[in-house]
């Protein structure tokens, strides 16, 4: 399991948007993942949270491109029942600034042994996971 990484909504828009911060990274990043064959995945709620994001900022042609030709990398994970619950009661005991994605996200990777995330977003490394996003990584 240690090939298999967990691509935050974070990861996905800077990939998309040339202009992100972290755009350079996430592709470097990106390029390093698929060189080791890294096992890609993702959710969706994360599929949700990203094509919103990307449709809002960027417009629906780089939604379309997101689904269509980036997407179909990643293996999705799909949230169940048990896991929507588990995610809310951790989401409203959380501090502020975790979203239900966040905390869905961590709970997929809590049971599925993932320990790695491509992420531009601290509270991965705050909840005990390697983030590929990190200085040291780049």
Known sequence: MHRDVLVDTSAWYALLNRRDAFH???????????????????????????TAL??????????????VDLLPVAEVLWVDREIHNAAVASFLTAPAGLSLVDMVS???????????????DED??????EVLSAPENE
Do not use: C, P
């Not at 709970?107 to 491509?118: K, S």
């Open 54 to 67: 990307v449709h809002h900022r960027l417009g629906h042609k780089a939604a379309r491109r997101w689904l």
């Open 124 to 129: 991965f490394g705050r909840q005990g996971f």
């Open 24 to 50: 350079e990274a996430a592709v470097r990043i990106f390029r390093a993942l698929r060189d080791e064959s890294a096992r890609l995945l993702t959710h969706n709620y994360v599929i949700a949270e990203t």
């Open 106 to 120: 961590f709970e997929i990777m809590r049971r599925n042994g993932i320990r790695r995330a491509f992420a531009f």
